[in-house]
């Protein structure tokens, strides 16, 4: 059984007076422990909805969740299941409550109710990890928008989940902070962390070891960045834009240039450039 499975899952809003709004229809979806996974998709397609499915925010209209095992509809295990599977959303200012950073990153080993001297451990460990240990004292309304995502990001790594979901967590930042932040994923999944990564700049998918995108609620492809990258079609059809090498290649390769189509670096497609002469 794969770490985190979705059978045949569906979601619809059902609010007030308002009219339904199927979000997620007929989504299948397994994840490995450790695996970095792309969700893409236009606005409104369902990828938010998608993304608290995740950890039992949401339980799914049809068919089933289960993450290690554990159906997310089992209220007796949500607690179980909200340890292993983090949150970071896209607004790091909607996400920090507390005036120091230390404290910031305390909240979730606190709620554990872990005894003080582990919780020290852990804040040192996480600020450490996304690279802001000079800052523990700091005031986190002080910080960069960047510096504050990483904040969010300690808080959640503090916990020690399995599995963090990352609902566009650039979408706000500088090129900067960006940067920061695609690093500091990098480093999670190199600690072995299951990564769920939701965004919608196709260029943040290049290193992923799988793309699934979403149009109206549905899982339209699956597959790796090359796969992904290289149908165009529906792609632009789903209001994406090619990141500027496969974009590059794609206009390349229908100049009559013999490249091979799966290229996604600049640094590959300059050694292939070269290899035509
Ligand atoms: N609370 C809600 N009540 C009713 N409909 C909702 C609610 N939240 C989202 N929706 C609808 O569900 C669909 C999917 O929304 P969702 O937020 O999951 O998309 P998204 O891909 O995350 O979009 P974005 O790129 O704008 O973040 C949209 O049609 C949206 O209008
Ligand atoms: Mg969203």
Known sequence: MAFIEMQEVGYTYKEGEEPPVTALKNIDLEVEQGEMIAIIGPNGSGKS???????????????RVTIGGLDTSNQ?????????????????????????VEEEVAFGPENLGLPPAAIRARVEEALQMVGLDEFRQAAPHHLSGGQKQRVAIAGIFA??????????????????GRKEVMATIQKLRSEGKTIIYITHFMEEVVDCDRVIILQEGEKILEGTPQEAFQARDLIKNADLELPEVPYLVYRLREAGLQLPPNILTPESLVDKLCLLN
């Open 49 to 63: 909805t998608l993304a608290k499915l995740f950890n039992g925010l949401f339980q799914p209209t049809t068919g």
């Open 76 to 100: 007796d295990k949500i607690w179980e299941i909200r340890q292993q599977v983090g949150m970071v959303f896209q607004n790091p200012d909607n996400q920090l409550i507390a005036t120091m």
């Open 159 to 176: 916990m020690r989940p399995d599995c963090i979901v990352f609902d566009e967590p650039t979408a706000m930042l500088d090129p900067m």
